[in-house]
């Protein structure tokens, strides 16, 4: 760091109605208590009776509860290759990869462990996916007696897609180079020595 | 017939194969002379003939003979009669009517070079030529011109014909030499050249047919005959081919320095195009050297002057191993030429040409491996109706950084593929765009998505498919 | 020295290295695929071209030559003046990156490779990011091409550098070019598979992914690995190796230049024996037999009770070739304290067949511990009366000797029955250890040991190399690492660091303070 | 693994080997050369002769009388393309399809070839007379379009000839004096009938016989699956 990127900052002094902080409080408060006291029918209209009544989200971007999407094949469509993990900034996905059991694969995740706890819903995993097998659902109720329970493993999240896929269908992503993850043509994507060139 | 017949002078005469006919025309009578000579002498002798090598690269024999080490104790002569160069046939000709010839251009240079052992590496689709040469090879030692102490001399050469099995690579000289030595024809880097370590590590001379089956006539009939014909650089008597279709498609001996034109259309050579036809374009030097463009387009007013940028006629192309150069070719070559008829599509050539390289390469440098495929891969594409203007600047640029200059790769074979894929890329440009234009609209990117879903992703399908993309690594020199 | 210029500035090389080794030791980055300092050179990957300056052919002018010449096949020569950032070179560049990712395939996500694979590093920082090709992608199979390597042809990018190094280093040939063109493919006789004791080596020398080991496949993706310098406690001679780690473990184990012992390459037993520092069955805690009763103690009591046992005649210490320099300093200095007439004996060492010899050079020791030397010359030093370990079992049995401490620290079982029943009619058996085995089972007091990973130090290898090794991962809980243990039992204050240990260890033993530092290595796209 | 793997470890079946008298013939190379690997590609030709093909024991046998190992052998042998690593039929039609024959008509050839026969490349009829390649170049541009069956070059070779041709018994004969130095010893000959029979690769289209193959440099690609 250099002299000139130092910046020094000098404390202002305060007059006596300043140290009050009355008009600051109230500044803070102006938010709040146009609310309370002032726009009644905005708030009326604003206000969602949670639980009775549940929030519209918009299904596209919402980062709620994380699923594990399956490929028509109903496979897990994840290849195991770590970028969520890596992406991560909560360092709460754990993965343990091994030799997948499908011959058009070769990787697959034989753990898949979030921790939603540690989780901030940044949805980076979602953007850092190559095959799309990650998603954030909609949905945000998301609840358990102990933390255990709420580090949800392979099981649990593909359980996840079932119950959201009709919700969120999942994205159709292109034939890779990395086996099968979507609706694609196998011959592509199984090569042999026939297949060459 | 105007140009004597040296090299071919048994060529038709009956029985030509056998070492007595070759003796009644006087064969073997310069081998005796050569070996009265001092080895210096004779290498001084034939540098002055300025025998340029038949094969391709034109580089002289004499020179290439004086860079042996001078402390030497085993040398090895390989002939190269691994004719691989479409429309190359002059060597088989040669060896086909007369194999004592070149034999006896083996014992002289194998004099030269003091060389002991000879290989005559034959490529392997040469069967009936390989029968008639190893009968001759038993014929001549029989008759004492090969084995130990030959006529009295005390020169001792062992001659073995080495047959190959299909691969063009391997008429390189350093390709030839590991498949002598049982390996893949992979060329070798250099250096060290082969003249200092060749076959086997030793010292080694590689010499074309036609270059060794000079080597009789010139001590024969001397230096200032020698001298007297061709063109100023370029000394001597070539054996031109010609195929495609010609009226007379054949081997012709002349003097270098007969033009394109003469070789396609003079009463000795080619007579002229069948049915009448015009020349589309021609490849007078082995398909390596590039293209010219034929009679199919108008006559440069500028006789003379070669004017590149202009569609013009380039039939008067001077087969030397000068003038090529101004028509933008790569060099002389192997003097073989083939004749593309105005009737055949140029794409149908071009797929040819890619596909010949891309085959033969032998996948050692990268550019080479990978350049050739791609390029037969858009060439199949452009003839299929699916081209892209884009497509034939792509394939400029990929000649360009395979070939611009000699020396981008182990071998010449990549710069023997850029010369004719970019020449015909260029000169026929116009009828490839006439091509694009009438193909269907949208025919690329259907038959990209078609071949490679994979590709549908690619930024330059979505939307821009026909549009080019990437731009150009290569920076246009002013 | 030779000088030469490189991009305008001046650099001092190491004679008869090709321009390019000079120039990555200076500092350049030059890709390049085929080049590697141990192999013959080819020249064929064409990435690492450079221009030179030429006298002009007419009027013997210096000036760049037209055409690009192999950085790799061009020697350096004193005053030699050549440039890899120009122009033309970097076009060369771009389009050769180009060429190669023409047929790779983006399958980046499951390949091991990625992150330390110099095709994405290359293409990051000289190629193009779209390919031009819209045309189907060679597609090859993947083979299973020996018991320990996989080759994913498709990723293959024809180096040849694992040809050559069956063909050179390793002498046996397995591997071979098939076919040619765009159609070349790595492949083995079939029913000859990749299976000679330096086959691993061919994974790090794949400069893509193409080859993998099949030990490491999936394991882990490598930027979640750190990297520690160690050397290798297979055999005796003292290999430099890296050691991959991270929290869950230890995970592979690669080769580290040394050019007097190893030089680029490791032998198998060296790569893939390391698997025991992770087995789940290893001791974590100190046991101790109290009146027949086994019960865990804890490591405060320790000192005491060993300096209780061992005080009286009849004591031995028996100091494991498997220890490094320091500790078996440390312990050997402890020995002398406790009990100055002490037996010190040097442990078992294990040995199988011959020393084996590859063509180039490299050597596989048949005695499998890595500090012999190291150990021996440490007792030497401290004289007294010492013996083998198979006398030190003979007076065990016949009752000479009262209390040994046994210190194994070999990955597998090492003692014979008979041995362990010789050792077992001792009144004090100390086992220091790995794994529970006949011999912790007779033992009055049992300590928990730490593999070379978890430990810090130096071994002295079969030529007398003193060489250091450094900790690639902290104790499993529940031990303490045997430098801090030794130490606090010599009443030595403080965190035990090898180092310090070391120079009081030169302090006597002056030839074994010295480590040996291999030349630093550019990386060979590695 | 369950994923789509070659299994390189073990090898299957590897065909038959060669003869003590083709060991001797490869030995009478062995002073030509300095080296013995030199002799590889006249006792890959020798084994050819009297095999039919170089099976993957004759490799090893080779390897073995050369004193290398038997990678570097197949190494060389899918590098030529003159090398068959299957059977083939009695009588290999060989045909050129460099620029000269293809303007004369070389690709109307091969695939007249292709229909009349009912093979694709480096394919053999189903009776076993007869196998199909394709070469670059065959050195005859001057009586294009040239095929060869086995040693004898057939030249200016028409469409409405083809029929007499492939029905001659001696389309394959030369009439010269032939030198026997690459032959197989003794006439060794195989039963290429039986072999094409037993192993022979009619019955399975054309691999990819799309227009952008690249054809085979050898056939080591069917060997793959074996």
Known sequence: MRDEDVIELKAPELTAAERLYLPQIVAGFRTTLRHMFLEKKKRDENMVQYPDAKRQVRIDNYRGVHRLNKDPDGRVACVACFMCSTACPAHCIHIEAGASPWPDREKYPVKFDIDELRCIYCGMCEEACPCDAIELTPHYELVARTRQEMIFDKEKLLHVFEQTKHDKPRKNPAVTDYGLTGNQDKAVARPTSQTKV | MPYEQILMRNVGVKNSQSLKVYQQAGGYASAEKALKMSVEDLVEFVKGGNVRGRGGAGFPAGIKWGFLPKERETTYLCVNADESEPPTFCNRVLMEHDPHMMLEGILIAGYATRTNVAYIYMRGEFTEQFHIVQKAVEQAYEAGYFGTNILGSGYDLECYVHRGAGAYVCGEETGLIESLEGKRGWPRIKPPFPAIAGAFGKPTVVNNVETLAVLPHIIERGLDWWNGLGTANSKGTKMYCISGPVNRPGCYEAPLGISTRELIYGEDFGQGMRDGMKV???????????????????????????????????????????????????????????????????????????RFYALESCGQCTQCREGTAWMYKIAQRIEAGAGRSFDLDLIEEVTKNMGMMP?????GLPDGAAWPIRTLVQKFRAEFEQHLAAQAPNAAAERIIATNPAAYDLPVLQGRALQPSGGTYLVPKD | MPKIIIDG????????????????????????????PGLSVVASCRLCLMEQKMPHPQTKEMGWAPKLFPSCQTPVKDGMEVRFHSESVENNQKHVMEYYLLNHPLDCPVCDKAGECSLQDYSEKFGNATSRMVEDKHKNPKKDIGPKTLLYQDRCVLCTRCVRFADEIAGTGELAVVERGSRGEIDVFPGEPLANDLQGNVVDLCPVGCLLDKQFLFRQRVWNLQTVPSVSPADSSGACIW???NDAGVHRVRPRFNERVNEWWISDEQRHGFEYVNREDRLTRPRIRENGQVRGASWEEIPAHLRAAFAGDGSAFVISPMLSNEEAWLLATF???????????????????????????????????????????????????????????????????????????????????????????????????????????????????????????????????????????????????????????????????????????????????????????????? | ???????????????????????????????????????????????????????????????????????????????????????????????????????????????????????????????????????????????????????????????????????????????????????????????????????????EPAANAEDDDLGYTSDVGEMKDS
């Open chain 4, 1 to 203: 693994m369950a994923w789509n793997v070659v299994d390189r470890n073990t090898a299957g079946d590897l065909g038959p080997g060669i003869s003590d008298a083709v060991r001797q013939k490869i030995r009478g190379f062995f002073d030509r050369y300095p080296t013995r690997r030199a002799v590889m590609l006249p006792a890959l030709h020798i084994t050819q002769e009297a095999l039919g093909y170089v099976s993957l024991q004759a490799m090893r046998d080779v390897a073995e009388e050369l004193e290398v190992p038997p990678s570097d052998v197949l190494d060389v042998v899918s590098f030529y393309t003159h090398f068959w690593t299957h059977p083939r039929g009695e009588k290999t039609i060989m045909v050129c399809r460099s620029l000269s024959c293809e303007l004369l008509g070389g690709r109307e050839l091969v695939e007249a070839l292709k229909e009349k026969l009912g093979i694709g490349e480096h394919e053999t009829t189903p009776d076993g007379r007869f196998s199909l390649m394709t070469e670059e170049c065959l050195a005859a541009c001057d009586h294009a379009p040239c095929m060869m069956i086995n040693e004898k070059m057939h030249k200016c070779v028409r469409l409405d000839q083809l029929d007499q041709l492939l029905d001659d018994p001696d389309n394959d004969r030369l009439d010269m004096p032939r030198s026997d130095l690459y032959d197989a010893p003794g006439g060794e000959k195989p039963d290429y009938a039986a072999l094409a029979r037993q192993h022979g690769h009619h019955d």
């Open chain 3, 9 to 36: 500035k001046e650099i001092e090389c190491r004679d008869g290295i090709p321009v390019l080794q000079a120039a990555l030791e200076a500092g350049w980055d030059v890709p390049h695929y085929c080049y590697h």
């Open chain 2, 407 to 411: 020396g981008m790769s182990i071998c």
């Open chain 3, 335 to 526: 020995a002398r304290q406790v009990a100055p007439n002490a037996v010190l004996a040097c442990g078992h060492v294990p040995v199988e067949g011959q020393d084996r010899s590859f063509p180039k050079g490299f050597t596989i020791r048949a005695e499998k511990a890595p500090n012999r030397g190291g150990v021996e010359r440490i007792l030497a030093h401290f004289g007294g009366p010492q013996m083998s370990f198979d006398e030190l079992c003979g007076q065990a049995a016949d009752g000479t000797l009262k209390a040994v401490y046994v210190y194994g620290g070999y990955p597998a079982a090492w003692i014979t029955p008979a041995q362990a029943e010789q050792l077992s009619r001792l009144d004090c058996l100390v086992v220091h250890d790995l794994f529970d085995g006949p011999l912790t089972e007779r033992a009055d007091l049992v300590l928990p040991a730490a593999p070379w990973t978890e430990r810090e130090g130096s071994f002295t290898n079969c030529d007398g190399l003193v060489q250091a090794f450094e900790r690639a991962r902290p104790p499993r809980s529940g031990i303490k690492a045997e430098g801090q243990f030794f130490q606090e039992l010599c009443g030595l204050p403080g965190l035990f660091r090898s180092a310090k240990i070391r120079t009081m260890l030169g302090e006597s033993i002056a030839d074994l303070a010295e480590t040996f530092q291999p030349r630093k290595e550019p990386e060979h796209a590695h």
């Open chain 2, 280 to 354: 589309k374009a021609c490849s007078p030097g082995g398909l390596s050297m590039g293209f010219l463009r034929g009679d199919l387009f108008p006559e440069n007013p500028s006789k003379g002057e070669v004017d590149l940028t202009s569609d013009y006629d380039e039939l008067d192309c001077i087969l030397d191993f000068d003038d090529v150069r101004r028509y933008d070719l790569l060099g002389l070559g192997t003097a073989a030429a083939v004749v593309v008829a105005e009737d055949t599509d140029i794409r149908r050539v071009l797929t040819n040409v890619c």
């Open chain 3, 243 to 245: 050691i991959d780690a």
